[in-house]
């Protein structure tokens, strides 16, 4: 039995993770076990091909309740058919690895085991994972179930990944790694499954730039692009076309997210220019150097050749650039990162840069600002509305400026 509680304000979210059979299946460990860390209420079903894979005990461990199977399906002694009480009790459900067969079964609107059932008799966001073969998954049926299913708004569904496959086998199918599903369960959690940003294009700049001396030596700063990686799964998460302009960096861009990686001011500043005419939001949250060596040298300078006072030269101004060319239907934001006082300089250049949102964003405070996972700011908009973002993950960060965006976009932000 499920013992469902009333509801209260703030009960813990509550997910359902559905296991589907796949060799796959045993990445489902992480998945759920770093869910748990979080503070979420787990619930697991396995079908009776994931129990070829992984046991319901090793679920149930780390999900700190019992896992549901088809047994538990066909017996009599629930008070109510469990796959109401489980529909009804879930916020999110979770299909991972999704199979060929499931697929099918959910796109003909099929019912035959708890699974089954139990997503016809849920009305919350379910979220699609699926692996397999690559000939399996390229065969038209396949796509076209998969296709079908994501008409229905649901649903929402992570491509497959490229690789090495168990078969052998080189190509798509790989099923989503742990850590890019769990960012997605987070995203769906605080969205409710709203798709807001459907049919916009978003722009993000991220990370920091290197200005070269030489091949070796560099001008730049500590950004990881950390904050406008969050930007892009929370945009590609509502449904958004995502574009990321990013400096160099040790994390992958989401699947489907259109990456452009960039090394300097320059680079950046051509390849924001290339997709600004085609964007309706352009976040610029990368930390672009100001100045840059006048100089460049191709071979590496001895250490003796290295000038006492190093001459410097100018970068473009990017975002000064992109106010200037920006059509009134496009949204341009910014981030100030600053130390001690963060509103003032803030607020100075959301009017001199002509910007619509700044993001005056604390880097002296603890575990916050360059190289953390979390991060606090203000958001000011250019009629004076303002936003205090307590302490809190950067993904959670980029929703909260993205509900932000939206209720400027529509007029009805508060002072």
């Known amino acids: 039995m499920l013992n469902l509680q009333p509801e209260t304000p703030n009960r813990k979210k509550r997910v359902i993770i559905a296991v589907g059979g796949g060799i796959a299946a045993y990445k489902v460990c992480e998945l759920v076990s770093s869910l748990f860390k979080t503070g979420v209420e787990i619930r697991v079903i396995l079908t009776q091909s994931a129990q070829k894979f992984i046991t319901p005990l090793t679920l149930a461990t780390l999900s700190r309740h019992c896992a549901y199977t088809d047994d538990d399906f066909w017996q009599a002694s629930h008070s109510r058919p469990l796959h109401i009480e489980l529909g009804e009790w879930a916020d999110l459900l979770v299909i991972t690895p999704l199979t060929a067969h499931t697929l099918a079964k959910l796109a003909s609107g099929m019912a035959d085991n708890l699974l089954t059932n139990t997503v016809l008799a849920s009305t919350c966001p379910v979220l699609l994972a699926p692996a397999m073969n690559t000939d399996m998954w390229l065969q038209l049926a396949v796509q076209r179930n998969w296709r079908q299913l994501l008409t229905d708004c649901r649903y929402h569904g992570m491509g497959t990944a490229s690789g090495l496959l168990a078969c052998d086998r080189i190509g798509a199918g790989r099923m989503a790694e742990p850590p890019e599903i769990l960012t997605y369960i987070q995203s769906l959690l605080h969205t409710g499954g709203q798709r807001n940003l459907t049919q916009k294009r978003v722009l993000i700049s991220a990370g920091g730039t290197r200005e070269y001396l030489d091949p070796v030596r560099f001008i730049g700063n500590p950004s990881t692009g950390k904050m406008g990686l969050a930007l892009a799964q929370a945009a590609l998460h509502r449904g958004a076309e995502v574009t990321l302009v990013h400096g160099l960096a040790t994390w992958d861009a989401p699947l489907g997210v259109r990456a452009i990686p960039v090394v300097s001011a320059a680079e950046m500043h051509q390849a924001m220019k290339l997709y600004l005419h085609n964007s309706d939001v352009v976040i610029m949250s990368a930390a672009v150097a100001d100045v840059k060596p006048r100089d460049y040298s191709t071979e590496k300078l001895p250490k003796r050749s290295l000038p006492q006072a190093l001459p410097l030269a100018p970068v473009p101004d990017i975002i000064a650039e992109l106010a200037q060319l920006k059509q009134p239907h496009q949204q341009l934001i910014g981030f100030a990162a600053q130390t001690g006082d963060i509103i003032t300089p803030a607020m100075a250049k959301l009017q001199q840069k002509h910007l619509d949102i700044i993001v005056a964003n604390p880097i002296d405070q603890p575990d916050s600002g360059f ?33 932000f965006c939206i209720t400027y976009l529509t007029g009805n932000s508060e002072q």
């Open 371 to 403: 190289g953390s996972d979390n991060n606090q700011a203000i958001f000011l908009d250019k009629q004076g509305n303002k936003r205090e973002i307590p302490p809190g993950s950067k993904l959670q960060m980029a929703h909260d400026l993205f509900d």
